[in-house]
């Protein structure tokens, strides 16, 4: 036991001594060996160095596929529906209450104004025509012998005065039985074609019945609405389109005849008034209209949609310069079709990166391919 004691002892007294040199010998190793080499213990790696390119530090060029901006008039056609109307329109009533007698009139009929359409009985107000006029007659003639007796004294200045306010109220009573004479006959207030009559001969009136409608169609109105953002762009005169499904393909000229003089508050538009001539006297009112309108608007530049791009709530494309993207901020105003209207530092002929905007930074280098489509 005492031996085995010894024995101990002796061998940790020979480790003791060599500690630091396994220590040392370890450190080395660690502090030599390449971080991806294959190391062992008591060993050295066989694992060859990387090679690193030469080139690393070099920018290389990004393909991107690029398109010529172009340019286009900032022109916005307008469409709506809207409903024609004659330019002049009335229904008309009688004036008085009575028995139709005379209706000269046919549907389609044109007329002049003035013309006669419909006659009442009046043979009490003709009669009343008659006394009326008799009444001033004799007014005429008390008058004519009250200045005659004052001429020669016998009547007093106060009794010519009492004949021509007798006069004056018989000639009053005349006209108003002459108007009520008149107001038995229906005249057409103005050239037109009248419609359908809604009476007949004999039949009893009154005020409230409608007669007939009466309209000046040689030229139709149509209305319709206009977006407030627009109002800058029209004018009184502006030509415009039109079509009706009664002739689908027939192309109907108008132009702009009235401007409203006010923006609907609450709709953001404003009425417009547009006149269609209708010499052929082919079109009716009621007829539906398909209207076009188109609003001229400045030149501005064009640029494919797929080169615009957006960026924290900004819009910009990328412009090549001597063969490096640039990047230019722009503001779209309108997309037609698959290109947008722009307003930025960007000119007719100017290419824009269309395909390959993702690697891109200001100044970079690139390899342009064109689009064929450009």
Do not use: C
Request: proline share 5%; net charge negative; glycine share 6%.
């Amino acid at each position: 036991m005492a031996r085995f004691l010894v024995v101990l002892i002796l061998i940790g007294i020979a480790a003791w001594g060599t500690k630091d040199y396994w220590l040392s010998y370890l450190n080395g190793m660690a502090t030599t060996a390449p971080a991806d080499s294959n190391v062992v213990a008591g060993g050295t790696s066989d694992a060859a160095p990387r090679a690193r390119p030469a080139n690393s530090g070099a920018a290389q060029a990004v393909p991107v596929l690029v398109e010529a901006a172009g340019e286009a008039p900032d022109e916005v056609t307008i469409e709506a529906i809207g409903t024609a109307r004659a330019v002049r329109s009335v229904i008309l009533f009688p004036k008085v209450d009575g028995e139709v007698v005379e209706l000269p009139i046919q549907s389609g009929q044109r007329v002049r104004n003035g013309e006669v359409l419909m006659k009442l009985a009046n043979r009490s107000a003709a009669l009343s025509v008659r006394v009326a006029e008799t009444r001033v007659r004799e007014a005429k003639s008390a008058l004519a012998r009250a200045e005659q007796l004052r001429r020669t004294n016998v009547r007093s200045p106060a009794n010519v005065e009492d004949a021509e306010v007798i006069l004056e109220r018989a000639t009053l009573e005349l006209q108003q039985a002459q108007e009520n004479l008149a107001d038995r006959t229906l005249r057409a207030p103005f050239d037109g074609i009248v419609g359908i009559p809604k009476i007949e001969i004999g039949d009893r009136i009154t005020a409230a019945t409608e007669i007939v409608t009466l309209d000046d169609r040689s030229t139709l109105l149509v209305e319709f609405e206009v977006a407030e953002r627009y109002l800058s762009r029209l004018a009184l005169g502006m030509a415009l389109d039109a079509r009706t499904p009664t002739f689908p393909d027939r192309r109907i000229a108008g132009s702009v005849d009235e401007i409203d003089s006010r923006v609907d508050p609450v709709s953001r538009t404003v009425l417009i008034r547009a006149a269609f001539p209708n010499g052929e006297d082919i079109l009716r009112p009621g007829m539906s209209f398909f209207v076009t309108l188109k609003l001229p608007g400045p030149t501005m530049p064009t640029v494919p949609e797929l080169a615009l791009q957006w960026r924290d709530g900004k819009s910009f494309v990328w412009k090549i310069e001597e063969g490096a993207a640039q990047r230019v901020d722009v503001v779209a105003r309108r997309r037609l079709n698959d290109t947008v209207l722009i307003e930025g530092d960007i000119i007719p002929g100017d290419l824009v990166v269309v395909e390959g905007v993702q690697r891109l930074r200001d100044g970079r280098h690139v390899d342009i391919s064109v689009n064929e489509g450009s």
